[in-house]
């Protein structure tokens, strides 16, 4: 029994070794910044519909109309809004080949008060500029999420008035209101970053950010789609650093 249990153990810690000797890359990243949020809900078809349906007919009684396009001037409905952005990220390399996978913990882009898990899949490479210690990286690949701001903080934080969007915060928590709170996007990153140390085991920077929404209307209208600036701080966790050899990475090599 206990050979059966060790056996695969020892199997899983070896290869992960040599995957290290061959340049398997592991990054933690700490990221801020913000970004905008172009979720594009149509609201008459939400519930706050409802909400607007009960301010109309207190409205009537008094002998007054009110409009929907009243309801969406008094609460200043917005069909995009930006937010703070703040989490953990890590990446995943192997050598030279242009392939990495990466893992999130952020914030939500509905509601900095909110995190979001995803995981992407994708093809990029950074390239080292003269200098020898900067570098720019593109990068593009499939993210799936899953944002546990996306719906009622969706709709609260769309309301421009601060009284009202303070109301609603408080006492609008409908489930999924605006569906299953699950994305698939495309993603695409750029960016600028530093090296710092001899070895190279830390760097920073700038990241320019894109996720575009790529699930069905069919299963969700409103959109996860943002865009947004960011700044990083990245740790090598796993495998060799890497130095300038005249074209992009190389393995770390010490000097004999």
Not at 219 to 234: L, P
Request: charged share 20%; hydrophobic share 40%.
């Amino acid at each position: 029994m206990i050979k059966k249990f060790f056996t695969p153990v020892l199997f899983i810690l070896l290869f992960c070794s040599q995957l290290q000797a061959q340049q398997l890359k592991v990054d933690l990243g700490c990221n801020f910044g913000s970004s905008l949020l172009m979720h594009q809900t149509r609201f008459e078809a939400t519930k706050l519909w409802y909400l607007w349906d009960y301010d109309r007919q207190l409205f009537e009684k008094h002998g007054l109309d009110y409009t929907w396009d009243d309801f969406e001037a008094d609460h200043e409905l917005r069909k995009s809004f930006i937010q703070p952005r703040l989490g953990f990220s890590a990446v995943i390399t192997y050598g030279k080949l242009p392939f990495f996978a990466l893992v999130e913990y952020m914030s939500s882009p509905s509601s900095f008060r909110k995190m979001t898990m995803g995981g992407t899949i994708g093809v990029g490479q950074d390239f080292y500029l003269p200098t020898k210690v900067d570098y720019v990286g593109f990068k593009g690949g499939y993210k799936f999420v899953r944002d546990f701001g996306y719906g009622s903080q969706t709709i609260a934080n769309s309301i421009g008035d601060k009284e009202l969007r303070s109301n609603i915060a408080v006492f609008f928590n409908p489930s999924d209101p605006l569906g299953a709170p699950i994305g698939k996007l495309f993603v695409f990153q750029g960016g600028y970053g530093h090296f710092f140390g001899e070895e190279q085991h830390i760097s920073a920077g700038l990241e320019f950010f894109g996720d575009l929404d790529l699930t069905p209307l069919t299963e969700r209208e409103s959109r996860m789609t943002n865009f947004g600036v960011q700044c990083f701080i990245r740790f090598r966790l796993m495998g060799g650093p890497s130095v300038w050899n005249g074209d992009i990475y190389a393995p770390y090599r010490v000097k004999s």
